[in-house]
């Protein structure tokens, strides 16, 4: 520690506000300690109040909730710059957690910075990496025979370096974290989009790359602009077949992908309280909504770019907590619980009405989860769009709805249509979120009830979510619809083929058209035909949300880092095609970046998935050369309309994308992507800014950024630069060249100059603009933030 605590001072980073957080070195009445694996910790809410209350006086206007959390974490809160949308705040995050796809590159970059141990309690969570194909039990065996090296890797690097290991079939990453690490008021990072999740909980948790959690177990500030706030205000109460689901896709329908892209959104209003109260004309339980309901609604954010998304403390919260082991945190958020709701009379950037008591079940699809329609009238949507009716399987769980009462309410459908005689029509998927689900809704009699409907229970791990699903029952090409409880339905996604129609919705929905086999049928109003030949309804879903007789923990599938690590060793095998230790990224050599060549000009919506595909790919996320094999091969080529064909402007041939790229490369040719809005949306994945990196790309040129791709791609000495006019990408041929002039003058504010050479002979000069600031600037001159790093050493 105290090793540690001199190479982050040589930093220069350390500035009095805190010591690292195994010291915990403050005088609380009563230390609680952050989780029941980390005694050694404690929960410091003097510290979150003592900067709150210096932040409020600065500004002197009440705060948001999240702005609270947010800047209670400040790691200069007398002299930080605060301005919503346009400052960047230092932060001193509380924790880390990592998934094992990106957690093998956060691990690999962290042993690249010689550092001891890590700053923060940190975790590592084998989630991604079992691929579904037979059913859980079978699944898992094999997973842990092909993935061993990776497992070993990641088992031993989290003993070497101090970091908790969650074995494979453990369960999903947030579903972990709310059963064992979020708590109202902390701000956790983690490698994954879906990070949010937490909010659920009371808790600020941010998806974010690799490199920032490498930051943040370093014990250095961590930079985020200063997010906006929308507040979401709830009035109302749920009834019938809605469900939380349905008010985050609801929102996703009003903002699209794109529009919660640098805010927090911050769910308020007396339809919180309304969803989870108990009484007659309330179907939800007050206790546990968080996991079931905010939990959902905070999870599935990320598909409206926003950063993060929280609702405030309740005794809801304070329940949850109490039957997961953490009373002691309960008690102590309850001393503290106006640091953990918003200040009355705050003011939001941008304030969306839901009324639940008129929202509907809705369904969002097919190729984005922002397309939004009623149920009621999917199917003549579908009819007129010519979208296959046909329900070919239906999946329910992933770290979106995979709780004990989702679970709980599926399976009353499914006994609902057991006793009439039928089963699923369409094939049926269920994926516990945990090994504690798992095991509570196996003794609780659910999983039979699910199997016995047709269902077939998968691993507790992401699976076909992410791609992680060995399909058999169509043809890639062959059209198709599936409807899923998931959070995300870009094309391809889920079973590699890009003709498969994916729809996300709640469980309970899933549930249904699986029975019925249609996306034709409305369950509100629609009747079902049984064995007999009666016709009746669904009744609407029901289920407790906390089990009568508690979670049943199941397997102990946790690693403790030991106590003494000296003689831990951490081998990566030169010849291995899943590990690769990396090397450090050339230095930017202090000139314009001339004569880019155009590498490809991207049509449409390009999202991390159409970057850095996972599926298959998943095997080699530790593993830069390799990986970098898929980089862009789903992006579509505005020049022919095709995916993973360009034109290699040295040879005149086509080619794969990364097949050019190498061969531009080794040919001393750097390169430019030139792409359209929202470029990056989706996973968090930092492989999508490393492959470009890694190939000899220096330039990434498009109308508008996703805030985490963006981020990712400046941490890995990238140029990411966005049109001042946005119609300048018409300016731009897919053979063309681009300069970047103005970089030695390279400074926060000020654009820079793009000189765009045609083949014909002619040139437009178009303004470039970007978001740096000085440090990220510096990034750029060391040529990448891991070399800074290394530079301040």
Not at 725 to 747: E, V
Request: contains cysteine.
């Amino acid at each position: 520690e105290d090793a540690m605590l001199k190479i982050i001072t040589r930093l220069g980073y350390l500035k009095g506000a805190r010591r690292l957080h195994v010291s915990a070195a403050f005088n609380a009445k009563a230390k609680v300690a952050m989780s029941r694996f980390e005694p050694g910790t404690s929960i410091s809410y003097e510290k979150l109040h003592e900067n709150i209350d210096i932040v409020r006086k600065r500004l002197n206007r009440p705060l948001t909730l999240s702005e609270k959390i947010v800047y209670g974490h400040l790691d200069d809160p007398v002299g930080q710059d605060i301005a919503r949308g346009r400052t960047y705040l230092r932060l001193r995050p509380d924790r880390v957690a990592m998934q094992d796809a990106t957690a093998q590159m956060a691990m690999l970059q962290f042993i690249s910075s010689g550092l001891p141990k890590v700053a923060v309690p940190s975790t590592i969570h084998c989630d991604h990496l079992i691929e579904a194909q037979i059913g859980g039990v079978e699944d898992l065996k094999r997973a842990k025979e092909v993935n061993q090296e990776v497992y070993n890797f990641l088992a031993t690097a989290g003993a070497k370096y101090g970091v908790g290991f969650w074995k494979p079939g453990s369960g999903i990453i947030h579903q972990i974290i709310l059963e064992n690490y979020a708590y109202p008021g902390v701000l956790l990072i983690g490698t994954d989009s879906h990070t949010p999740n937490g909010g659920g909980l009371g808790s600020i948790c941010i998806g974010v790359g690799g490199a920032d959690a490498v930051d943040v177990m370093a014990g250095i500030p961590w930079e985020l602009k200063c997010p906006n706030v929308i507040g979401v205000k709830l009035t109302g109460s749920l009834s019938g077949w809605t469900s939380p689901k349905d008010v985050i896709l609801k929102v996703a329908g009003i903002l699209t992908v794109k529009g919660g892209t640098g805010a927090i959104v911050e769910y308020h209003g007396p339809g919180v309280d309304s969803i989870s109260c108990t009484g007659e004309a309330k179907r939800y339980d007050f206790s546990h909504l968080l996991v079931a309901g905010m939990a959902t609604i905070c999870n599935m954010g990320a598909e409206i770019g926003a950063t993060t998304s929280v609702f405030p403390y309740n005794h809801r919260m304070k329940t949850y907590l109490n039957k997961t082991g953490r009373a002691d945190i309960a008690a102590l958020a309850d001393e503290h619980k106006d640091d953990l709701v918003p200040d009355k009379g705050c003011k939001y950037d941008h304030v969306i009405e839901i009324n639940l008591s008129e929202l509907k079940p809705h369904i969002n699809g097919p190729f984005t989860p922002d397309l939004a329609h009623p149920v009621s009238e999917i199917g003549a949507v579908a009819e007129k769009n010519g979208w296959p009716l046909e329900v070919k399987v239906g999946l329910i769980g992933s770290c979106t709805n995979s709780s004990y009462e989702d679970m709980g309410r599926a399976a009353s459908l499914a006994k609902q249509a057991l006793d009439k005689g039928l089963k699923c029509k369409a094939a049926f998927t269920v994926t516990p979120g945990s090994e504690q689900i798992r095991a509570t809704i196996e003794r609780d009699g659910f999983s039979k009830i699910l199997r016995d409907v047709g269902g077939v229970v998968l691993a507790n791990a992401c699976g076909p979510c992410i791609g992680q699903w060995d399909r058999k029952d169509v043809k890639m090409g062959e059209k198709n619809t599936i409807v899923t409880s998931y959070n995300r339905n870009f094309t391809s996604r889920n079973d590699a083929n890009p003709a498969t129609h994916a729809f996300v919705t709640s469980p309970e929905i899933v549930t249904a058209l699986a029975i019925a086999g249609t996306l034709k049928f409305d369950p509100e109003t629609d009747y079902l035909t049984a064995a007999n030949g009666e016709k009746f309804k669904l009744e609407p879903p029901n289920g407790d949300e906390l089990p009568a007789r508690d979670f049943d923990p199941g397997q102990d599938t946790y690693q403790h880092p030991p106590a003494e690590s000296g003689s831990v060793m951490v081998d990566v095998s030169p010849t291995s095609t899943r590990l690769q230790l990396l090397e450090p990224f050339d230095k930017w050599n202090g000139k314009d970046l001339e004569d880019l060549q155009v590498l490809i000009k991207v049509k449409g919506k390009c999202t991390t998935d159409h970057i850095s595909a996972a599926g298959p790919w998943l095997k080699f996320r530790g593993h830069l050369d390799n990986i970098s094999n898929n980089m862009l091969i789903g992006a579509i080529n505005i020049e022919n309309d095709a995916v993973n064909k360009i034109k290699n402007r040295l040879t005149g041939e086509y080619g794969g994308v990364p097949d050019v790229a190498r061969h531009y490369k080794a040919n001393g040719l750097s390169w430019v992507v030139v792409g359209d809005d929202n470029y990056g949306e989706g996973s968090s994945r930092e492989h999508a800014a490393l492959e470009p990196r890694h190939l000899g790309g220096r330039v990434i040129l498009v109308k508008s950024f996703a805030r985490i791709h963006e981020t990712n791609l400046k941490k890995q000495g990238m140029l990411p630069l966005t049109f001042a006019d946005p119609t300048d990408y018409d300016k731009i041929r897919p053979d063309d060249k681009l300069s970047i002039m103005g970089l030695a003058t390279f400074a926060p504010g000020k654009p820079l100059k793009g000189v765009v050479k045609h083949g014909d002979g002619s040139q437009d000069i178009i303004t470039l603009n970007h978001t740096f600031n000085e440090n990220q600037v510096e990034w750029f001159h060391a040529g990448s933030a891991l070399n800074r790093m290394k530079e301040l050493q």
